[in-house]
Nanobody, 124 residues
Framework: VQLQASGGGLVQAGGSLRLSCAAS????????MGWFRQAPGKEREFVAAVSMSGGSTYYANSVKGRFTITRDNAKNTVDRQMNSLKPEDAAIYYC??????????????????WGQGTLVTVSS
């Protein structure tokens, strides 16, 4: 599976952004999907994940209630709506396809494939 993320940009604190990830391949629905982020000088961290069917989601505590992850298996896309953005949300965001042994890719060890990353900048 190949992943292409889009939708990053500059936003003021308190604003919203929507990130999208398009996947190639016929087996998109076989993968749990996730989003991770990496800020300068920090390790890549989990943000949100959605199961193969879209029926289950999981969020990092830092974004719970502000971010929403959804997927459309007919379009091979996974999106993330980010609301009430904070300066600490600024990072490069990566779309990820999970190892098929796991329903939700909630750690980097559970990731099978990465997208190229898209930059989100939040001004205070």
């Amino acid at each position: 599976v190949q992943l292409q993320a889009s939708g990053g940009g500059l936003v003021q604190a308190g604003g919203s952004l929507r990130l999208s990830c398009a996947a190639s391949g016929r087996t998109f629905s076989s993968y749990g999907m996730g989003w991770f982020r990496q800020a300068p000088g920090k390790e890549r961290e989990f943000v949100a994940a959605v199961s193969m069917s879209g029926g289950s989601t999981y969020y990092a505590n830092s974004v719970k209630g502000r971010f929403t992850i959804t997927r459309d298996n007919a379009k091979n896309t996974v999106d993330r709506q980010m609301n009430s953005l904070k300066p600490e949300d600024a990072a490069i965001y990566y779309c990820a396809a999970g190892d098929t042994r796991y329903s939700l890719p909630v750690t980097t060890q559970r990731v099978y494939a990465w997208g190229q990353g898209t930059l989100v900048t939040v001004s205070s």
